[in-house]
C-alpha cells in the first residue's frame, strides 16, 4: 500500500502521541530562561536520534523546555527530564508541518467540532439587497 | 443454567429467547456473572463487577417479561460498561490511581439509557489509565494492569478501551461500552475479534464521561456482531442537553431493525489505497480475502485515496492541547504523578506549552478535513480498509519505540468526527484476529453499520471465538 506521509509521530493509538505533541510558548517569560532552571543534561547529550530542527525550531523546543523546567522542574527527575527533552524535539515536526499547511485569512477554525451533518452544505443565497454597513465591524 | 455456548450468543439470538421465556434475564446474568468472576482475572478484563445491581435489574426485567412487558431487543441483556462512565454510588475509577476513590451521585447519559430499555449492567470494564490521554508507553498503563487478550493471553487487548474487548471476546459479557477519542473502539475491536462501532461525533451523550478531549471523544459499543451494535446504538443515541456536543433532536436519535437493509441503498465502498504503508503479512491475506467479499457482494468497490494533509499533526495537538485543559488540575498539583506508566507521568507538562495560534490553527486544519471528506463521500458511501495494519501485540512491547506507524485515516476520521466500525476479517497465522474498517460521512452512521451487516451476511469470522478452558 503506497503511504502519503512520513510522518514520524503517527501510531493508531492517539493516547502515545499526546505525548509526543506539543506547541510553543514563542515567546517565553525572561524569567523562565534563567540558567538555574536548568537542571536537566543538554540536549546534545541525550537526544542522538533526535529530529533535525532548524535553529529556529531548535530555540522554540529549547524555550518550551524552560519553561517546563521553571515550572515543574522540582518535581522531575534527571530522568524525567532528559525524557522531556526528547519529546519536547519530537514535538516539533508536527508542529511545523501543521504550520506549513496552506490555510487562507478566512478559513474559518472548527472551534466546537460540529460534524458537516449539521451544516447547510449549498451556501446560502446572497441577499437581494446589499446590508448597508452603518456600525464599524468587530475584528 | 444455560450451557457454555450461551455466553457467545448475540444480543439478536439472546433476546429472542428471552422475549419467548426461554431464557431467564436471572440465570443469564447469574452464568455472566460466574464466568465473569472465573475469568475476569485472568484478562484483567473489569475494574469492579456488580452482581447487586445485575441481579437487581435482572430480576426486575424477568417480571416485566413475565407480566408481558418487553421493552426489547436488549432488555435483560448482560453488559459492561468501560470505567470511565459515571454509575451512581459506585467507583469510577477512570484506570488512573489519582482517581481510586472517585464516586458520582449521578449516573453517565448511557448508562441511564441502558437502564431505560432493560439491560443488565454487570461491571465495569477496565481501561487505560485516563483513556490514555497522557500518553502511554506500556498495555500496563492502568490501574487494573494489562488487559489480556483471549486469543492469546501474552498479546494485549489494545486501549483504551481494553477490557471492553477483553470482555466481549471473552464471553464475559453480551457487549460493551467503549469510548474512541482516536482509536480506542476500532483498534481494540480488531485486536479481539469483536464488532465495534466507533459513531459519528456527537450522537451519543458524554453526560457523565470522563473527558479527554471534548472536540474529539465518543461512545460506542462493542458487540459480536454489526446487527448488535446497530441495537445498542439505537438505544444509547440521540441528543442530550446535558451534553452541549450532542447533534440537535431530529439528527440524533437512530432507529434499527433489520427490515430497514430491505430498503437500503446499494454500497458503493472506497477502498483505500494510502490508508496504512503497509500491512503484515498476517493482516494482509485475511484483508485481501475481505477485499473480494465486498468485490462480489457490495455494489462497487473502487480504489480511492485519502486527501494529504497534516491531520494526524492537526489532531495530535487538538487531543493533546485539550486533555491538558481537561486535566489542568491533576498536572499541576503534580499528582500526575501516580500515573502508572513513566510517559503518562511528564506528557501532561509537555502538552500544556501549546501556544493558541497553533491549537487554532488544528481547528482550522479540522474544517478542511472535514470539507475534503465530505466531497469524498459524494461518490462513496463508505470507505474501507484494514481496521489495523498489525495484529494484537506483545503485553510487553514499548508502544513508543516498537509500535509506530502513521495514521491518517484514524487522524482524519476522529478529527471530523466520521463514523466508523470494525468487524472481524480473518486470523492470521498465529489465530490472532484481524479486523476490516469500514469509515462513513458524518451522521451517516447506518452506511458503516449496513456495510459491516453486508459483511457479516456472507461470512462468519464474527462467529468464531476463542477456547477458554
Known amino acids: 500500500m503506497g503511504n502519503k506521509s512520513d510522518s514520524a509521530i503517527s501510531r493508531r493509538e492517539f493516547a502515545r502521541r499526546a505525548a509526543f505533541v506539543s506547541a510553543a510558548a514563542s515567546l517565553a517569560p525572561s524569567r523562565l530562561l534563567s540558567p538555574v532552571s536548568v537542571a536537566a543534561p543538554l540536549p546534545a547529550q541525550q537526544t542522538a536520534n533526535a529530529p533535525k530542527l532548524t535553529p529556529e525550531g531548535q530555540a522554540e523546543v529549547e524555550s ?13 527527575s534527571d530522568a524525567q527530564k532528559t525524557d522531556i527533552r526528547r519529546l519536547a524535539a519530537e514535538a516539533q515536526p508536527p508542529l511545523d508541518r501543521l504550520r506549513a499547511f496552506a490555510t487562507d485569512n478566512g478559513d474559518g477554525p472548527g472551534l466546537y467540532l460540529k460534524p458537516l451533518m449539521e451544516r447547510e452544505r449549498k451556501p446560502s443565497p446572497k441577499p437581494a439587497k446589499p446590508i448597508p454597513v452603518t456600525t464599524p465591524k468587530n475584528s | 443454567m444455560p450451557g457454555e455456548e450461551i455466553f457467545y450468543l448475540s444480543v439478536s439470538e439472546l433476546a429472542k429467547r428471552i422475549e419467548s421465556k426461554k431464557l431467564s434475564p436471572v440465570e443469564l446474568a447469574q452464568a455472566y456473572l460466574d464466568r465473569s468472576q472465573k475469568l475476569g482475572p485472568r484478562f484483567n478484563a473489569y475494574a469492579l463487577l456488580t452482581p447487586e445491581i445485575a441481579l437487581e435489574q435482572a430480576k426486575a426485567a424477568e417480571k416485566e417479561i413475565q407480566r408481558g412487558h418487553y421493552r426489547g431487543p436488549l432488555h435483560g441483556i448482560p453488559y459492561a460498561a468501560k470505567d470511565l462512565l459515571a454509575v451512581k454510588g459506585l467507583p469510577t475509577t477512570w484506570g488512573a490511581k489519582p482517581y481510586a476513590n472517585q464516586v458520582f451521585d449521578y449516573n453517565a447519559t448511557v448508562i441511564d439509557h441502558l437502564k431505560g430499555v432493560g439491560a443488565v449492567m454487570i461491571g465495569k470494564a477496565s481501561m487505560i489509565e485516563l483513556a490514555g490521554g497522557m500518553g502511554y508507553r506500556f498495555a500496563s498503563a492502568s490501574l487494573q494492569d494489562e488487559a489480556k487478550n483471549p486469543w492469546d493471553t501474552t498479546c494485549w487487548t489494545c486501549g483504551s478501551s481494553s477490557g471492553s474487548g477483553a470482555i466481549v471476546a471473552a464471553g464475559l459479557a453480551a457487549f460493551a461500552i467503549g469510548t474512541e477519542t482516536w482509536g480506542s473502539i476500532i483498534c481494540p475491536s480488531a485486536f479481539c475479534g469483536v464488532s465495534g462501532l466507533r459513531p459519528t461525533y456527537g450522537r451519543v451523550s458524554r453526560y457523565g464521561a470522563m473527558a479527554l478531549a471534548p472536540s474529539m471523544d465518543k461512545i460506542g459499543p462493542m458487540a459480536r456482531s454489526a446487527e448488535d451494535c446497530a441495537r445498542i446504538f439505537a438505544a444509547i443515541a440521540g441528543h442530550d442537553p446535558k451534553d452541549r456536543g450532542t447533534v440537535p433532536i431530529d439528527k440524533g436519535a437512530f432507529t434499527y431493525s433489520p427490515s430497514m437493509e430491505l430498503h437500503s441503498r446499494p454500497l458503493k465502498v472506497g477502498w483505500l489505497t494510502n490508508a496504512w504503508k503497509s500491512l503484515a503479512p498476517g493482516v494482509a491475506k485475511p484483508i485481501e480475502t475481505a477485499n473480494r467479499v465486498l468485490k462480489r457482494y457490495f455494489s462497487s468497490v473502487k480504489d480511492v485515496a485519502l486527501p494529504i494533509g497534516p491531520w494526524e499533526d492537526a489532531g495530535s495537538i487538538i487531543v493533546a492541547v485539550e486533555c491538558a485543559a481537561s486535566f489542568r488540575s491533576l498536572i499541576r498539583s503534580g499528582r500526575v504523578s501516580e500515573l502508572t506508566d513513566p510517559l503518562g507521568q511528564i506528557a501532561g507538562y509537555v502538552n500544556e506549552q501549546y501556544s493558541a495560534a ?10 478542511i478535513a472535514q470539507k475534503k471528506m465530505d466531497s469524498l463521500f459524494e461518490t462513496f458511501d463508505v470507505i474501507a480498509t484494514a481496521a489495523q495494519p498489525v495484529p494484537a501485540t506483545p503485553l ?74
Not at chain 1, 64 to 76: C, E, H, P, S, V
Open chain 1, 64 to 76: 518550551r523546555i524552560q519553561a517546563m523546567f521553571a515550572q515543574y522542574g522540582n518535581r522531575l
Open chain 2, 358 to 367: 497553533d491549537y487554532l490553527q488544528a481547528l482550522r486544519v479540522r474544517e
Open chain 2, 396 to 469: 510487553t512491547l514499548n508502544l513508543e519505540t516498537d509500535l509506530a506507524f502513521p495514521d491518517p485515516l484514524g487522524g482524519i476520521g476522529n478529527i471530523c468526527g466520521l463514523p466508523a466500525m470494525s468487524v472481524p476479517c480473518g486470523f492470521t497465522e498465529k489465530n490472532l484476529p484481524v479486523g476490516l474498517q469500514f469509515v462513513g460521512r458524518a451522521g451517516d452512521d447506518f452506511a458503516v453499520i449496513q456495510a459491516g451487516r453486508t459483511f457479516q451476511l456472507h461470512t462468519d469470522w464474527h462467529k468464531k471465538h476463542p477456547k477458554l478452558h
